[in-house]
Every structure is written in C-alpha cells, then in structure tokens.
C-alpha cells in the first residue's frame, strides 16, 4: 500500500505540497486532505499512517506518534492567519463570550492562553463551525485560523483583529508551533523506508518551495481570491523549520497549555 498521507485544507500547507505535485511525489503516496483537527482524528484511528496535526494534539497523544524533524508549520511573530476577531478591544472582553473554530485545538488553547495570561481576562468560551456571522449572533469576539481568518486579514474590517502569532511573540519572545508532522509509531516500525521516503520528500518540496514563493503565489492566485502579493506575503511570513529555537517556543506554549489544564504533561520530543 501506498503511504497515506494527510494534507492540510488551508493554504498554509501549500508550499510543502505544491512542489510534491510539480516532483510527481503524489504519484507514490494517497493523499487526503482535511482539517488539522480532523486529521489528527484519523491519524490516531489509523486512517492515516503521516499527517500533520495541531501541535497540541501530538502532546496529548504522544506516545503513539513520532515526529518528523525540521517540518512544521510556525511562524517568528505574526501568522496572519490565526485571528481573534472581536466587535470590541480586547480588554473589554473580559465575561464576555468568545466562539472558537472548531477546526484546530492549538489556536483554541492559544487564544486562552493570549487572554488569560497577557491581558488578565476571562471570558466565557463555545466551539464552532468558522463562519463569523453566526459566530458573532451569540459571542463578542471570535477565533478564525486557516483561509477563513486569511480573507477577514485581506480586507478592510470595522473589527478589531489580533494576529496572534504576534500576540504570542509580544508576550513571550518565543516563535510558535501551530503544527507538527507525525507518523503512527506502529506503522514508523512497520514501514521504515516509506516513512523516510515521504519524509524527504517533504523536506525537499519544502527547500524548493521557499526558493520559489513568487512563483507558487503567481500560480495560486490564478484560481484564488486573494493578489499575488498577498499570497507572497503570507508565505514568507510563514515558517516551516523545526530547530532548537522553534523547539523552545514549543515547548514554552505547551508548559502554558498544562497551567491551563488543556494537557496533563509534557511530551518528551521523539523524531523518526
């Protein structure tokens, strides 16, 4: 059996698989493309044998996955597609109520984390599909990541916004860990050599894509709403390496999550 593979929906992940496409590496692997929070469900369920998922759900179920090194999807300050959106500053948001997207854990922990600690609140939370107007019939404020928070950044808005890639670097000097690659340990045993395969490819549609941003904005602008410039933009804000530094600000969020209680502890990072 081919590996199977899953792929983010947004186009944060489209510079590590538009060179796998250009390479023909999807020849060689299935590719299922979903929501992280629901990738991470059916990387556990053993639907999926590589996927990324939300960096703190590889925390919650470490110890029945790996990690690739050197791959995630982070940023150094601001993300600009992870936004609380609020019809009011946000130091006024204290009792009141936040509807959060139901389709990553780690954006949902890091908004608690953002408003708990840095600015001394605390409202009042429900989880929900991203669509903002409904959002916004019952809550004061509300969390958006992927595409959907991209088109509020993209245009001109009468809210108030909160990058909070830049809020996390404000307040805590560290780069943030939105996403982490991860292999089943079961199948990491099983089929060492299609784990490598897959994860070099990765690493070479990665090297590839960050010396050709221009080019891939170009050719996703041709069937998306938002400008080439735009596009570029947003990549180059993004981060994709793994290193120390990156590794720090990891685990500086997770020591956040556990003091929230969204994790009961910390992971020791295990790498293929």
Same mark, same amino acid.
């Given at each position: 059996?081919k ?5 983010i929906?947004f186009?944060?992940?489209?510079p590590?698989?538009?060179?796998l496409v250009?390479?023909d590496?999807v020849?060689?692997i299935?590719?299922?493309?979903d929501?992280p929070?629901?990738?991470s469900?059916?990387l556990?369920s053993?639907?999926l044998?590589i996927s990324p ?7 919650r179920?470490?110890?029945k996955l790996?990690l690739?090194p050197?791959? %995630? ?6 993300v600009?597609?992870i ?7 946000v130091?006024?948001l204290?009792k009141?109520?936040?509807a959060l997207t139901n %389709?990553?854990?780690?954006s949902?922990v890091?908004a608690m ?8 609140i605390s409202?009042?939370y429900?989880?929900?599909?991203p669509d ?7 809550a004061d404020a ?10 509020i ?5 009468r809210?108030?916004?909160y990058?909070l ?6 307040f ?8 982490v690659?991860?292999v089943?340990?079961?199948?990491a045993e099983?089929?060492p050599e299609?784990v490598q ?9 990665m090297?590839?894509?960050l010396k050709?941003?221009g080019?891939?904005a170009?050719d996703?602008?041709?069937w ?9 933009d947003?990549?180059?804000t993004l981060k ?28 020791k990072?295990?790498?293929?």
């Amino acid at each position: 059996m081919k590996p199977r593979v899953g792929h983010i929906q947004f186009l944060n992940s489209l510079p590590l698989y538009h060179m796998l496409v250009k390479d023909d590496v999807v020849l060689n692997i299935d590719l299922f493309k979903d929501s992280p929070k629901e990738l991470s469900h059916k990387l556990l369920s053993g639907k999926l044998d590589i996927s990324p998922v939300p960096s703190i759900e590889y925390a919650r179920h470490a110890e029945k996955l790996v990690l690739f090194p050197d791959l %995630t999807i982070s940023s150094d300050g601001k993300v600009m597609s992870i936004l609380l959106v609020s019809k009011v500053p946000v130091q006024k948001l204290d009792k009141k109520i936040i509807a959060l997207t139901n %389709t990553s854990a780690t954006s949902q922990v890091l908004a608690m984390i953002i408003l708990q600690e840095k600015y001394g609140i605390s409202p009042s939370y429900f989880e929900c599909p991203p669509d903002l107007p409904q959002m916004f019939r019952e809550a004061d404020a509300a969390l958006l990541i992927g595409d959907d928070a991209l088109r509020i950044f993209a245009e001109p808005c009468r809210f108030f916004l909160y990058d909070l890639g830049q809020e996390w670097k404000e307040f805590t000097g560290e780069k943030m860990v939105y996403a982490v690659w991860c292999v089943r340990k079961e199948y990491a045993e099983k089929e060492p050599e299609k784990v490598q395969f897959v994860y070099h490819a990765f690493r070479k549609s990665m090297e590839m894509s960050l010396k050709n941003l221009g080019s891939i904005a170009s050719d996703t602008a041709i069937w998306d709403s938002f400008s080439k410039q735009f596009l570029e933009d947003y990549f180059s804000t993004l981060k994709f390496e793994f290193g120390m530094d990156y590794q720090r600000g990891f685990i500086a969020y997770l020591k956040k999550a556990m003091d929230l209680g969204a994790i009961d502890s910390i992971p020791k990072l295990q790498f293929i």
